[in-house]
């Protein structure tokens, strides 16, 4: 059995027309780990002389990276003291309305990306500007580190 990739590259595979249950099963194992190798090709078109033949153009999904909102952060430091004081100390709501305010689109899960941090270092930050006593990490809650215990 052949599976065609490209047009230069063809995958073949060598069985006897006869197996045993054990050998089957090996090769329903190694098609399905092959299955998971090639499931980045689009397998449509379906040939039976040649085996599957898979579409000329591959799809390869690729993430944007938006930098327009790490751009705006990184030029203005009081924006971003702004949207870290609102994520630390105030609600969900309020910490959207200041996003909409400077017109970003960033996810609350995002506040503790690395790409935060480097803001923070950036910016050289220290805690007290934004209400805390030290900045939260795996180990140390936002709780535990609000400046005067939360009475601001």
């Not at 579409?55 to 924006?79: C, G, P, S, V, Y």
């Not at 004081?85 to 960033?106: A, D, G, P, Q, V």
């Amino acid at each position: 059995m052949k599976i065609r990739l490209t047009d230069d590259e063809v995958y073949e595979i060598k069985m006897p027309e006869e197996i045993g249950v054990n050998e089957f099963s090996a090769i329903v194992t190694k098609f399905n780990f092959l299955l998971k190798n090639f499931a980045k090709f689009d397998m449509v078109e379906k040939d039976d002389e040649n085996g599957i033949v898979l579409n000329k153009e591959q799809n390869n999904i690729r993430k944007t990276h938006n930098k327009n909102k790490w751009n705006f952060l990184k030029e203005n430091r009081n924006a971003f003291v702004e949207i870290l004081k609102t994520h630390y100390l105030k609600s969900k709501e309020e910490f959207f309305e200041i996003l909409n305010k400077h017109n970003l689109n960033i996810k609350k899960a995002e506040m503790c990306s690395s790409q935060m941090i480097r803001l923070r270092e950036y910016h050289k930050l220290q805690p007290n500007e934004v209400g805390l006593t030290d900045f939260p990490s795996l180990k140390k809650q936002v709780s535990e580190c609000l400046l005067n215990q939360g009475e601001n």
